[in-house]
Structure formats: C-alpha cells, structure tokens
C-alpha cells in the first residue's frame, strides 16, 4: 500500500518511514495548557517561554530574538508606531501563518512611562514587547531564560512633557533594567497570549 500527501495540490508519495516519522511527531504534540510557566514550547520554528496561563490563555515570551538587532524608533521612545512596534506586528504575522490569527489573543500594552506619565496611553497588539512592570512580574522565569544579549523593553523612561523623550527601558545580558537611547540597537523579543488549547511541541 502506497502513503500519499498533498502539498500545494502536488501528490507527493511518502516512505513508511516517513510515514511513521510524522506520525511519530504528531504524537508528541501536547496542548498549550498543558504546560507549566517556565517551560519551553516549539511552535513552528520558534521556541516560546511559558509564562503564564489564565483562563484557557497562554502567555509566552520568544526564548530568543526575533531577526537582527533593531533601533527602538526613528524619533523617539513611544512604542506605539515605533521600529520594535513594527517587528513585533511582523512576527505576530508569521505566528498566525502558524497557528492562525483566530488563535493570538489581542492584549493590551501600557504605555505608562516609567516616571509614571501616562502620555503614550494604551495600546492593543497581537504581538509586542513587554513593559518594565511585566518584566518585574515575570523576573524569576526571564532571569532563567536571558539571552546574552541586551534586549528593549515597551516602556519610555519619561516622555518630552519631562523633557526626555529618548530613553527606554531595555534588559542587559546580567537581566538588569537599564536605559538606552531610542536610535541605539537592541534585540526584539516578541511577547504573546494565545489560546490554550492549540497544540504545540516540547
């Protein structure tokens, strides 16, 4: 008996190991909810850190960067429209390839500086960066899983009302809170929620 699939309504014929291969990985998928925060998932091609799960939602940090180091924006420290605004919108897209845009939970960002100006407002994204207040929240498992790379963060550390509009918050290799210009490069590491019961790999 002959094994066949369809890619591209292309009929391509299969091995019976091949066929036991996918089989075999298929078995080994498990549902989102099935994992603990601090776990690591497969998804696709990228590995996600649990962060948390709530109400049938997962919530997930990527392990490491996405793509190459970006400038946090082109005229100041306000993520909404920003160059790392822009990565993360990009990376939600590729996600939704994967699991598909029904699946990626829409959250909301707080702009709120960290001098406490709540100038930038909110946000809702698909995917983004987390803020100094998530970073504070989830710093036992992120200390765990820090690249050792510097990486940005949402949140300003003031805006022009106090007459500093260019620092942002990022993370140094050690996990220390820090600030760098708005025009310095950085790592993006895209955070999202997704339903919990898709499936994913360990």
């Not at 429209?81 to 959250?107: P, R, T």
């Not at 707080?110 to 995917?127: C, H, N, Q």
């Not at 990022?170 to 820090?178: D, H, K």
Request: charged share 25%.
């Amino acid at each position: 008996m002959k094994n066949y699939i369809y890619i591209n309504n292309q009929k391509i014929e299969l091995t019976d190991e091949q066929v036991k291969q996918i089989i075999g990985t298929y078995n080994q998928r498990k549902q989102l909810s099935e994992y603990a925060a601090g776990d690591i998932v497969k998804i696709g091609g990228f590995e996600m850190v649990v962060l948390e799960q709530s109400d049938g939602q997962t919530a997930l940090i990527l392990k490491g960067m996405y793509g190459e180091d970006t400038e946090f924006g082109e005229k100041n420290n306000n993520y909404d429209g920003s160059c790392v605004d822009e990565k993360c919108q990009q990376f939600a897209q590729e996600l939704a390839e994967i699991v598909g845009w029904e699946n990626i939970v829409l959250h909301k960002v707080d702009l709120t500086s960290d001098d406490g100006l709540k100038d930038y407002g909110v946000v809702e994204r698909r995917a983004s960066l987390i803020t100094a207040d998530m970073y504070r929240k989830f710093v036992e498992i992120l200390d765990t899983v820090n690249p050792k790379t510097w990486w940005w963060l949402a949140t300003a550390h003031s805006t022009k009302r106090h007459e500093n509009d260019a620092w942002v918050k990022c993370v140094s290799p050690s996990g220390c809170v820090s600030n760098n210009y708005y025009y310095d490069v950085n790592g993006v590491r895209p955070f999202c929620i997704l339903k919990s019961t898709i499936f994913v790999s360990e």
